[in-house]
């Protein structure tokens, strides 16, 4: 059986939030970016965005 289009995006979906949902609890925990970048699947860029974030998110 052949998955759909939408079948897919919707995995694709969820998988990339659980790679940023691990990617930030990685962060809380003080761990280097270059370490979480390569775990998670996720590139520096997309991790940095995830600290700046946490960042202002505890600055309010």
């Not at 694709?12 to 659980?18: S, V």
């Not at 370490?35 to 946490?54: C, F, K, R």
């Amino acid at each position: 059986m052949q998955e759909s289009t939408v079948y897919r995006s919707i995995l694709a979906e969820g998988k990339a939030a659980k790679q940023r949902e691990i990617a930030i609890n990685l962060l809380c925990r003080g761990v280097a970016i270059d370490i979480i970048a390569p775990s998670t699947g996720l590139s520096v860029e997309e991790v940095q965005q995830l600290q700046q974030q946490l960042n202002e998110s505890q600055q309010n």
